[in-house]
């Protein structure tokens, strides 16, 4: 009996198994293979391998003192080059020949270089220019000259040779017993005669003077620097100088007597420098825990106002009479709860290469010009404080009823006129006042947003200046420069192209190197005088080994906003692979603004978060939307004052819905979105407030609720009402939506991504999502980074990889990567050693 039950079985298991069989042939027959991630074309284009074949993409010009010269380095798959212009003679040579520097560097050294493999560090003119000296580094160990214990295993290095090269005659020397100097530190704020270096300690500001310096520079611990003291009255969280920002509690401790930066402004001729001390005793405290940190975890306590709160900092300026030693406290005060900020003279190019430049204020020997701002931000105060008697004087008053935003004026004679830039007529534009303040006319106008101060022409009086949105039939994004008459005439374009600008310009106002390019073009750099009128090109970018990768470039598009009249740009990525007969799921790579908006306008190495994202198989697109960048009119800008979670979602879904009218290979049913701090906040909210269309989320970092974001940020762009009462007394109130309010909407996939340590978005805002989440019974992932603040520092990688695993799990249904423990991506890059 049992032997025919176990028959019985065997043949209605092969049954079975016939059936499955025959079943599983016929659904081959009829089903397409399901869909899976291309990781191995992601991992292509991690940011390791782009080093390897992104070069250079721009001319990075170093203008020389005694002429209208400049030099500049420039890296293709052959090598560096390093080339001296000299644009009056249209003139670009070699400053060497790399073959035969090598062999004269290899000769010295005993280590063997060549052309292609040229380790030149720190190359700098000599002042008379005749001469150029430079670093390399070699395989020889040495004991490091500050060492005290040579047998320390941090205590050698490798040698450096310093070397002198003559232009003129070719000729190679090495500069005997060297030892590299040490590089400024951060600490000493030089005065412009160098007499003079202040610095904080314990809270309280210091000096010495140039030969005591030279000392520290060398060694910080010598003891036989004299150093004095300027203050006593300084201490933690109203001090002079550094509070020990983002030190923890250990290396608070530790730091408090060393020397750290005090960030003054001295007067040109050195006699007075000013200082901006903020107390902030009685603002409340916000933490962090660092819970990777070595032995004991550690905690840093910092100051941090959060919207609404009445606990605010108080600004002050303290002006120092170095030469008396005494110093005294300025009376700004002409709002609740006001900000100040002390402008620095603007540095010159010709500089660039000096470290020790100083810090000096804008002004001249007797007054500096400072902005005062009300809590608000809709007033704010362009003033001068004459530093002998210590009146403040408006000159300026820039009043709107959202919020206002000004430059650093340009000063004409000392400050006889200025060049103010200001958006009172609802784009950013320049006028000229008289050094008083009265207006004496507008320098631009017109629909189109000026950017920013170039240089100033004051003999010939003509401005140089930034724009964008002038050019007819262009994206209104793409950076020009141009030149106007102070009197609003002759304006003129300097660089025509339909391409985004970068420029840089000598001090003399002559010549200026202009690197351009769009997202689907191959950057250039070209030479251009005054007039634009181009002297020569200098470079074309060799993307040679990133095309033979199979790369293509995205596409710009235009959409309308979710009003039907609001133009907004983006841009679409695709895999290289595409097939146009395919229906690919979509993602959008989101930050909200109001700052910028996260959409590329010129070629850029930096494709983590779109073109590498969307080789997993995956249309990725960035677009602007309403109030998501000041590059536009004040209308754009601030599109989004009172209602800061929800402004710019309309926009990103309409874009979409868009697109996949028009193009049949999006899949509008399967919508992702992504984003890092006001993107991490966009990401969530767009899956509350439109949970049937947004469908998978990754949120890095996001200010979910933005009543315990910065006071600055948050009631700067959504607003806060200020209330005075019938007795004068001044209050504030702040009311705005959070995306924990919504918990309730979730409907697909949400991933939250946060550091731990984040001190500027803190990791309350996610886990406060996460809370509300949990009540309301939703399902959702959450990851915490350790160690990390608000970048993800050095696991930016790992967090890549995490992110694209949800997508790929949610939007194209492929579990396969979900087996293994090990990111086997990340595997390949890293080095094995014995």
Not at 306 to 312: N, S, T, V, W
Not at 559 to 586: E, H, R, S
Request: proline letters at 4%; hydrophobic letters at 35%; charged letters at 25%.
């Amino acid at each position: 009996m049992k032997k025919l039950y176990f028959l019985l079985f065997f043949v209605s298991l092969l049954g079975v198994q016939a059936f499955a069989q025959t079943k599983t042939i016929s659904l081959t027959e009829t089903t397409p293979a399901p869909e899976r991630a291309n990781y191995q074309a992601a991992a292509r284009f991690s940011p390791n391998k782009l080093r390897k074949i992104i070069y250079s993409t721009a001319v990075d010009p170093h203008w020389l003192k005694l002429s209208n010269r400049f030099w500049y380095q420039y890296e293709t798959p052959n090598g560096k080059q390093w080339y001296i212009v000299e644009p009056a003679a249209r003139s670009k040579k070699m400053l060497f020949d790399p073959a035969k520097m090598a062999a004269q560097i290899t000769m010295i050294i005993r280590d063997p270089f060549d052309a292609q493999h040229l380790p030149i560090e720190n190359l700098k003119f000599a002042k008379d220019e005749k001469s150029i000296t430079f670093e390399v580094r070699s395989t020889t160990d040495e004991v490091k000259p500050d060492r005290k214990d040579k047998k320390a295993a941090d205590s050698m290095q490798k040698k450096i040779y310093s070397f002198n090269y003559e232009l003129a005659s070719q000729k190679l020397t090495e500069i005997p017993n060297y030892q590299k100097p040490k590089a400024k530190p951060s600490w000493g704020s030089v005065a412009p005669d160098s007499s003079a270096i202040i610095f904080s300690r314990n809270y309280n500001l210091y000096w010495m003077d140039k030969e005591n310096y030279k000392k520290a520079v060398k060694n910080e611990e010598d003891s036989t620097i004299v150093e004095h003291q300027l203050t006593k009255d300084g201490v933690k969280f109203y001090s002079y100088g550094s509070d020990g920002d983002g030190e923890n509690n250990e290396e608070n401790i530790k730091n408090n007597k060393k020397r750290r930066g005090a960030y003054v402004l001295w007067s040109p001729d050195s006699k007075y420098f000013v200082l901006d001390r903020t107390d902030s005793r009685q603002v409340k405290d916000l933490w962090v825990i660092n819970s990777v940190s070595a032995g004991r975890p550690t905690l840093e306590t910092y100051k941090y106002q959060m919207p609404g709160e009445k606990e605010a900092p108080i600004d002050e300026f303290v002006l120092f009479d170095f030469a008396k030693k005494t110093y005294k406290t300025i009376n700004t005060t002409a709002f609740k709860d006001q900000s100040i900020s002390a402008w620095g003279k603007e540095s010159l190019n010709k500089d660039r290469d000096n470290e020790f430049r100083p810090s000096i204020w804008l002004g001249d020997n007797s007054k500096f010009y400072f902005a005062r701002t009300s809590r608000d931000l809709k007033r704010i105060d362009i003033c001068t404080i004459d530093i002998n008697t210590s009146k403040v004087t408006t000159l300026i008053e820039e009043r709107f009823n959202t919020y206002v935003e000004v430059q650093r004026p340009g000063l004409i004679d000392g400050g006889k006129e200025i060049i103010h830039w200001s958006e009172r007529d609802g784009w950013g534009h320049f006028y000229l006042f008289d050094g008083n303040g009265k207006l004496k006319n507008q320098i631009t106008s017109g629909s189109f947003h000026c950017e920013g101060i170039v240089n100033i022409d004051q003999k010939n009086r003509v401005l140089y200046f930034t724009a964008n949105g002038r050019e007819a039939k262009e994206d209104p994004y793409y950076l020009h420069l141009y030149r106007i008459n102070f009197d609003g005439t002759g304006m003129k374009l300097l660089n025509s192209g339909d391409f985004d600008h970068q420029v840089n310009m000598n001090d003399e106002n002559k010549f200026l190197v202009d690197n351009f390019s769009r997202v689907n073009t191959v950057p250039k750099s070209v030479l251009l005088d005054n007039e634009g009128n181009k002297v020569m090109d200098l470079e074309t970018a060799d993307l040679s080994l990133l095309m033979a990768t199979g790369y293509k470039f995205p596409e710009p598009f235009k959409v309308k906003a979710d009003d039907g009249v609001t133009d907004l740009y983006g841009v679409m990525y695709k895999p290289f692979n595409f097939d146009p007969n395919k229906k690919y799921p979509i993602i959008e790579y989101v930050y909200p603004g109001p700052q910028t908006e996260a959409v590329n306008k010129s070629f850029g190495r930096a494709m983590d978060r779109v073109d590498r994202l969307a080789q997993l198989g995956y249309i990725v697109i960035t677009v602007g939307n309403r109030g998501g960048n000041p590059a536009r009119s004040k209308w754009y800008h601030t599109y989004g004052y009172g209602n800061l979670r929800d402004y710019g979602l309309a926009d990103k879904k309409a874009a979409i819905e868009q697109l996949a009218d028009k193009y049949s290979f999006i899949d509008a049913n399967r919508v992702g979105i992504t984003g890092h701090s006001g993107g991490g906040f966009m990401s969530t909210a767009a899956m509350l407030v439109y949970p049937d269309f947004f469908k998978v989320a990754v949120s890095a970092a996001g200010n979910h609720d933005n009543s315990i974001y910065n006071r600055w940020w948050s009631e700067k762009h959504h607003g806060v009402k200020e209330i005075v009462s019938a007795k004068g007394d001044t209050t504030f109130k702040y009311s705005i939506d959070k995306n924990p309010d919504l918990a309730k909407n979730l409907k697909g996939h949400l991933l939250l991504m946060h550091g731990d340590i984040d001190n500027n978005v803190h990791p309350a805002n996610s886990i406060r999502v996460a809370n509300a989440l949990i009540r309301a019974g939703k399902r959702f992932d959450f990851m915490i980074v350790p160690g990390q603040r608000h970048g993800f520092g050095d696991m930016t990688e790992y967090m890549f990889w995490r992110l694209a695993d949800y997508f790929n799990n949610y939007l194209l249904n492929d579990f396969s990567q979900s087996v293994n423990v090990n990111i086997t991506e990340m595997d390949r890059e890293v080095e094995r050693k014995q």
